[in-house]
């Protein structure tokens, strides 16, 4: 048979009885109802509403013009449509036409007096109206136990919603017409009205009967010009009193006798300034020619020089004060000019604000004017279709199909009921089994160690009790004249299938690290009684058939056994050499199996941790591991205490037991947060006292697992595990 790998699977293959009883029992309660309800008969007609045809607003936009209203206004208009058909106003009139009310047969399960009302309502849930999906079809279905009458209502119905709709129409549009008219009037005063507030405000305002925006433009041209005229002259005045301020420099410094340092730009503009500064340079060069010839400051010569030097000064003195007056009065004039410029520039600014204000009352007033005409030609066009509208009498519903008299009941639907009541009941087994999947949290199979654990699984061993033992020894040709313990179960029968199971999980720990194998082995579990002892004897014999050299010791210093397992004495062991009372040899006794010695726990200490823990321990741990090529070590369950979390940071692997059908998995990881807490090394899990002749494992062979096979391929293992 074919692996059920997915656990979904596995649990529904358990519960498979369950599964197979509720879905029957729901298939049973489907067929039960279908026989008992009546047989429902349903005439239909089909109903086309066309809004193109809708003569009132035919060319208004966003009023009821299909094309305009969009997906969702046209589902609202349809789905009002729906509960037009069935409001009291249609079925009501149905009812007084047909007498319904008087109708026995139709009010069978009514009271003997009925009125308009009563049948109203048992018409309106027996009506069913739906919306044909990608059309501007209505479907309107009626249902009752009599098909004639099914057909002859449905048909009554249809007619009563068409002549309904028309009669809205006449009666929208005949009430539309005189709205209309009344509007019509009452904006065109409003229009005449607003007009004449236009002209009155360009008349009070003195406006041009142009655009107002022409008057805008003039003043802001006016603007403009006024602004560069302004520029202009500002510039002009800045580069005024400047030569201004450079001449009267210059009067200053010819008047402290400086009047070589005369402004080049002056010289060059005036041709008598430039005469009277070479008058006064060719006396100063007569001057020094005078020096020259060794005369006096008192000599006739020396006196006409200097007299002329100062008459050529004085007359450029006088010339650059007329040229500072000149120069004064034009900066006069040009700062007029600027003034005047302001005053012209601030004027236009003001009548630009009074027109800017203007300009808002009169658009204000021009767009009164425009949205009144707008509305005014608007209601006058609608008018006219309206009143064409009243005298055409257009229907926008018309009936595609009448209703036919049906031949097949629609309910009750036998083939249907039994399906929903076989779904159901699977539905139900379903759930069941899930509840009681749930419930369970227990460790089961090797797929549980890997998603619920997030570890590697290194093996199954079979369960195995004291019974099964018996069966299997007996099953053997060999005979011992004494029976061994089932912790020696691997030596005593070696080709059994525990013996087997116990090969591959040595060939998988041995692969698990093959560059560098494990030397030192923890064996323990989450928490007490899940067969560690088991595990680890039935390992290190495995081990020691393979030939190597192996030590069990028993580091359990508070529930020791494999002093019971070997027949050895208990009271000398790891304490006494860890005290330093014996030595190695005295406490690595060989065993009855050959390669494997064994090291007892010794006495008891009151505090195991501590001494655990102590470096003589350790040093007694290393001196041990150098002699032997394997350690196994056997220790207390690793969430009772923290011997085993000691113990973890000085082998190089540890490997967890875990009993499966009994751990549950916040058991187990509370035993493995433990051992990560100190950065222990996890080889894997072992998954002890298997089941397998569960519904888990009966489905494929174990030699599929990769653990061996014991016996022939065909035949299931044997079980053969037992707890500590």
Request: contains cysteine; charged residues 30%.
């Amino acid at each position: 048979m074919l692996r059920l790998s997915n656990p979904t699977l596995r649990m529904l293959s358990k519960s498979w009885p369950l599964l197979v009883a509720m879905t029957l029992l729901g298939a049973g309660l489907g067929l039960l109802f279908a026989r008992t309800q009546r047989r429902i008969y349903q005439a239909k007609t089909l109903i086309e509403v066309d809004l193109r045809v809708q003569p009132v607003v035919g060319k208004a936009p966003g009023l009821r013009e299909e094309g305009n209203m969009g997906y969702f206004g046209s589902r609202e208009f349809y789905e009002t449509q729906l509960r037009i058909i069935t409001s009291d106003r249609v079925l009501g009139r149905v009812v007084r036409d047909v007498g319904l009310q008087h109708d026995r047969d139709f009010l069978a399960d009514e009271d003997s007096v009925a009125t308009v009302d009563d049948a109203t309502e048992v018409l309106r849930r027996r009506t069913v109206v739906e919306l044909v999906k990608g059309s501007r079809l209505l479907s309107i279905g009626f249902e009752d136990t009599d098909p004639k009458r099914a057909s002859r209502l449905c048909e009554s119905i249809a007619n009563t919603y068409v002549s309904q709709n028309l009669e809205k129409t006449v009666a929208a549009t005949s009430d539309a017409v005189i709205w209309l008219n009344g509007q019509v009037d009452h904006f065109s005063k409003v229009l005449h009205d607003s007009e004449n507030a236009l002209y009155a405000f360009k008349e009070d305002n003195k406006l041009p009967s142009t655009s107002i925006n022409e008057s805008s433009n003039m003043i802001r041209i006016e603007m403009e010009a006024s602004t560069k005229a302004l520029d202009d002259l500002r510039r002009r005045h800045d580069a005024l009193a400047a030569r201004h301020q450079q001449i009267t420099g210059a009067v200053e410094r010819v008047r402290k006798d400086h009047p070589r340092e005369l402004p080049s730009s002056e010289l060059l503009a005036s041709g008598h300034l430039q005469f009277l500064r070479q008058r006064y340079e060719q006396a100063l060069s007569e001057r020094s020619e005078l020096i020259g010839q060794n005369k006096g400051e008192n000599h006739m010569d020396m006196q006409r020089a200097k007299r002329r030097a100062t008459e050529a000064r004085e007359a450029m003195i006088a010339e650059l004060v007329s040229i500072r007056e000149a120069s004064a009065r034009d900066l006069a004039a040009v700062g007029t000019q600027v003034a005047s410029e302001e005053a012209r520039l601030t004027g236009a600014r003001g009548r630009a604000m009074q027109l800017n204000m203007k300009e808002i009352e009169y658009h204000r007033l021009e767009r009164t004017r425009d949205q009144t005409e707008k509305l005014y030609v608007m209601l006058l066009e609608r008018m006219k279709e309206a009143d064409l509208a009243r005298m055409m009498n257009v229907n926008e519903i018309r009936i595609v199909d009448l209703p036919i008299e049906p031949k097949k009941p629609i309910r009750p639907r036998v083939p249907l009921l039994i399906g929903v009541g076989t779904a159901l009941g699977l539905l139900m087994g379903m759930a069941f089994a899930f509840l009681r999947e749930l419930v369970d949290s227990t460790i089961k199979t090797q797929e549980d160690v890997e998603q619920r654990l997030s570890l590697t699984p290194l093996g199954l061993l079979p369960r195995m009790d004291a019974g099964e033992v018996a069966k299997q020894r007996r099953g053997r040709k060999e005979r011992r004249e004494k029976e061994l313990p089932v912790e020696l179960l691997v030596h005593s029968d070696p080709r059994g299938s525990f013996a087997e199971t116990v090969r591959a999980v040595r060939t998988n720990i041995l692969f698990m690290n093959p560059d560098h194998p494990y030397r030192s082995l923890l064996v323990t579990s989450a928490v007490p009684s899940e067969g560690k002892t088991t595990v680890a004897c039935s390992i290190a014999i495995a081990l020691a058939q393979g030939g190597e050299r192996v030590c069990l010791v028993d580091c359990d210093l508070r529930r020791p056994k494999l002093h019971k397992v070997f027949g050895q004495p208990g009271d000398v062991g790891v304490t006494t050499v860890t005290v330093g009372e014996a030595k190695i040899e005295d406490v690595a006794k060989p065993t009855a199996i050959e390669n494997l010695w064994c090291v007892t726990s010794g006495a008891i200490p009151p505090n195991p941790a501590d001494l655990l823990q102590s470096e003589r321990f350790k040093k007694f741990f290393a001196e041990l591991s150098s002699r032997f090529d394997r350690l196994v070590i056997d220790s207390p369950p690793v969430a009772a205490v923290t011997d085993a979390a000691v113990l973890s940071t000085i082998v190089e692997g540890t490997i967890l037991v875990i009993r499966s059908f009994r751990t549950t998995q916040a058991l187990c990881k509370q035993g493995i947060r433990a051992l990560q807490s100190v950065d222990a090394k996890i080889v894997g899990v072992v998954l002890n006292a298997v089941d397998f002749g569960s519904l888990e494992y009966k489905y494929y062979h174990y030699r599929k697992e990769g653990y061996g096979s014991p016996g022939s391929s065909d035949s299931k293992p044997e079980a053969a595990a037992s707890a500590s």
